[in-house]
């Protein structure tokens, strides 16, 4: 995804494709970012597959359970799956968290969120059981609809 003046965040909302996110629901730092997203679909362009569940279908997907728990997975309808960073900015758009979008889309800021997304996959279990529980409890608590 490129800087240039008509980058992916200035396409309106309503002309985007519905984008699934595959996710560990077993991950509490996981479960707190997709409980936020989830208050943030107002426009229903998200949907969500715990790859612990049986609705998650590796072959369908052509993302087995193993790699979908060592990088997150998303896909926009139609397409082939994405990884890792690309996948926080097209769910972002698709949540209208504009500034949030537009910094996981730059491509001046890759070198430093490559390798930070590459960092928080390693060492997900770790760094989710110190503080997911902590931002599950929060994120549930100000959005309980979610």
């Not at 590796?58 to 193993?66: A, L, M």
């Not at 990088?71 to 926080?88: L, R, S, T």
Request: charged share 20%.
């Amino acid at each position: 995804m490129s800087s240039s003046s008509h980058s992916p965040t200035n396409s309106p909302i309503d002309s985007l494709k519905p984008f699934t996110l595959f996710y560990d629901g077993v991950c509490p730092l996981c479960l707190a970012e997709i409980t936020f997203l989830k208050s943030r679909n107002q426009a229903g362009l998200l949907s969500f597959v715990d790859i612990n569940s049986a609705n998650y279908d590796p072959q369908t997907v052509g993302v087995s359970c193993k790699e979908a728990l060592a990088k997150m997975y998303g896909q926009v309808e139609g397409e082939a799956p994405i990884n890792g960073v690309a996948v926080f900015g097209e769910a972002y758009r698709r949540a209208d968290l504009k500034i949030l979008a537009w910094i996981f889309t730059r491509s001046w800021m890759m070198p430093i969120l490559k390798p930070s997304y590459w960092f928080f996959a390693k060492y997900r279990h770790g760094i989710s059981s110190l503080l997911g529980p902590c931002l599950l409890r929060f994120v549930k608590k100000r959005y309980p609809s979610a």
